[in-house]
């Protein structure tokens, strides 16, 4: 499955990419598997995405839960979510 994955803020400064394409193996199938996926890389993309901060992800411009499953060809958003004050 191909992903084009988007970082905003913390995250795009982390990782020093604002986006990518990527190639998911068959076992990715839901957001929750993609990050699972991504922090496999280990180093920085472990310490951030390993389970210890909350995320919000959208797919193709709408908000998903970690239960979505992902669509080939997708865009999908990473981000931290953001409060008011």
């Given at each position: 499955?191909?992903?084009?994955?988007?970082?905003?803020?913390?995250?795009?400064?982390?990782?020093g990419?604002a986006e990518?394409?990527?190639?998911?193996p068959?076992s990715?199938?839901?957001?929750?598997d993609?990050?699972?996926?991504?922090?496999?890389?280990?180093?920085?993309?472990?310490?951030?995405?390993?389970?210890?901060?909350a995320?919000?992800?959208?797919?193709?411009?709408?908000?998903?839960?970690?239960?979505?499953t992902?669509?080939?060809?997708?865009?999908?958003?990473?981000?931290?979510?953001?409060t008011?004050g």
């Amino acid at each position: 499955m191909r992903l084009k994955v988007l970082y905003f803020a913390q995250l795009r400064e982390k990782f020093g990419l604002a986006e990518e394409s990527v190639q998911a193996p068959d076992s990715v199938r839901t957001v929750a598997d993609l990050m699972q996926h991504l922090g496999a890389r280990g180093g920085v993309w472990q310490e951030t995405l390993g389970g210890q901060f909350a995320f919000r992800v959208a797919m193709n411009q709408e908000m998903v839960s970690e239960q979505t499953t992902l669509l080939d060809g997708a865009e999908v958003a990473i981000f931290r979510p953001v409060t008011g004050g």
